[in-house]
């Protein structure tokens, strides 16, 4: 099997349904973000490069991303492809990426800009497993408990606040979002109307991989 990307701005929900599209594909999902996070938590070489680019909203640079994305595609559970989060987000990554790899589909869940800094500023993640959630488009079922882990421990993360947001947003239009003609130009680009409910979402997506 091929691998997919998950592609959009940051909050249109590529996390969400990347972990909903998991369970139906049994591809893992690769998240650069999570696995920059656990590089800062860890105090790595690589998370302490990483993180004043994080913290400000900015981009870390290719080299960084490409280094991390190589490693990862050599673990057992990548041999029959991966499900991109967050990754590639510029030309010379996709083109890093087109080295080692082959995509079948380019997922871009499209957001207006005006709905993006909402569900950023609402985002919690469980402790334990993960699982993202929004104080009010997604939240819970039992109040204060997640639903997949029995958990009730949740996370904000650092850079969720609306100043590094408009930064994030900023990179986005600016080095990212190019990339979708890139991808269009290979025909392998879809478009899906990302400012709907989750579940419509994700049976969009599953179409659009069949
Ligand atoms: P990263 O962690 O990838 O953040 P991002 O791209 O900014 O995306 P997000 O995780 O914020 O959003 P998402 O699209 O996953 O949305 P989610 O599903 O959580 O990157 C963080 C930083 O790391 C970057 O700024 C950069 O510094 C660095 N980095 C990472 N990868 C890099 C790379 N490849 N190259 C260079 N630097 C890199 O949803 C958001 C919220 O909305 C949630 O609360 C959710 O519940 C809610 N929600 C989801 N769907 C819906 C819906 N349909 N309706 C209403 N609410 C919804």
Redesign the pocket.
């Known amino acids: 099997m091929e691998s997919i990307v ?1 592609f ?12 909903r599209i998991t369970e139906k594909t049994g591809l893992p999902q690769v ?7 656990a590089a800062v938590a860890a105090g790595t070489q690589t998370g302490l490069e ?1 993180k004043e ?2 913290d ?7 080299g ?2 490409i280094k991390l ?1 190589v490693d990862r595609l050599m673990e057992a559970d990548a041999k029959n492809g991966v499900m991109f ?6 030309i010379p ?1 996709a083109e890093a990426l087109s080295k080692i790899t082959s995509v079948s589909h380019v997922i871009s ?1 499209e ?1 207006p800009d005006a ?1 993006i800094v909402e ?2 500023c ?4 469980c402790k334990a497993c993960g699982f ?7 939240p819970p079922r039992s109040v204060g408990k997640c639903d997949h882990c029995d958990i009730s421990e949740f996370n904000k ?1 650092a ?2 606040n609306e100043e ?2 408009m ?2 947003l900023a ?2 239009h600016e080095q ?1 979002s190019p990339l979708a003609e890139w991808y269009m130009s290979k025909g392998i680009l879809h478009a899906i109307d ?5 579940d ?2 994700t049976q969009d997506i599953l179409k659009s991989l069949n």
């Open positions: 998950l959009g701005p940051p909050g249109a929900g590529k996390g969400t349904q990347a972990q998240s650069t973000g999570d696995m920059l996070r990483a680019y994080m400000s909203g900015k981009l870390v640079p290719d960084v991303i994305i989060d967050g990754f590639p987000r510029t990554q869940i957001v709905k569900r950023i609402g985002r919690f993640t993202v959630y929004h104080e009010v488009f997604n993360r850079d969720d590094t947001v930064s994030r990179a986005y990212t990302g400012d709907r409910d989750i419509s979402i």
